[in-house]
């Protein structure tokens, strides 16, 4: 069993729809969670992160963390056909000098105009 | 500013050949990560360095894998005898500072990545 888990997809959701993106994990020593955003071809980028169990919000994009059920999601409002990529969920233990990044498998989100 | 750059963007290599990716992080940066990403998978820790020690090398699959930072600057990472599992993009991330620094963590910033393919 992988540490992280996430839904493959492929999604297709129109224009302006809520899209719902989520992970679960099996390890508790987990302290930061992170959302990437990957275009085809294109390295990783940070859309948002967080340490705590909760939600967080940024413009379209909410975070959210529940560390009693190991699971987090991401939201993101009034989709638009810019945010069509491979959405990646992360997640990391601090205090270790060799500290590494676990990501789940991607989730492929396309959103239809 | 200018971003993680890696090269080449695409590498093609016969069953049994070396090869050789290389990564520029962004000036400054101590940590250095290179990562594998298969075909419909996230990226998978390879190995990390601090500068030009490297800290962890727990991910590398076997020893016809070999990475090097020299100067703590460029990275190289080399494929011997390339196998046609070995077939994947290579990511390399930098971020300003080592990981598990107190209560926070930099980000990672990503290169483009290497697509290397063996026939």
């Known amino acids: 069993q992988k540490e992280v888990e996430q839904d493959p997809g492929p999604l297709s959701v129109p224009e302006g729809a809520i899209v719902s993106l989520n992970c679960t994990y099996s390890?508790?020593?987990?302290?930061?969670f992170m959302w990437y955003r990957q275009y085809s071809r294109k390295g990783p980028e940070l859309l948002m992160y967080t340490y705590s169990s909760g939600n967080k919000e940024d413009g379209r994009f909410t975070a959210q963390v529940d560390k009693s059920s190991k699971y987090i999601s991401l939201f993101i409002r009034d989709s638009q056909p810019s945010d069509s990529a491979t959405y990646l969920c992360a997640m990391q233990t601090l205090y270790s000098s060799a500290s590494k990044i676990i990501f789940g498998s991607g989730t492929r989100l396309s959103i239809r105009p | 500013g200018a971003g993680v750059s890696q090269s080449p963007r695409y590498k093609v290599a016969k069953r049994g050949q070396d090869v050789a990716l290389r990564c520029d992080p962004i000036s400054g940066h101590v940590s250095l990560f290179w990562y594998q990403q298969a075909l419909g998978q996230g990226p998978e820790f390879l190995t990390y360095f601090q500068n030009e020690a490297q800290l962890d090398k727990s991910g590398l699959p076997s020893d016809r894998f070999f990475a090097e930072r020299p100067e703590g600057s460029v990275s190289t990472l080399k494929i011997q005898r390339t196998q046609q599992e070995d077939s994947a993009v290579y990511l390399c991330?930098?971020?300003?500072?080592?990981?598990?620094?107190?209560?926070?963590?930099?980000?990672?910033?990503f290169g483009p990545g290497t697509r290397l393919t063996v026939l």
């Open positions: 390890n508790s020593a987990f302290q930061y």
């Open positions: 991330a930098s971020s300003p500072r080592p990981p598990g620094q107190g209560l926070t963590t930099d980000t990672q910033y």
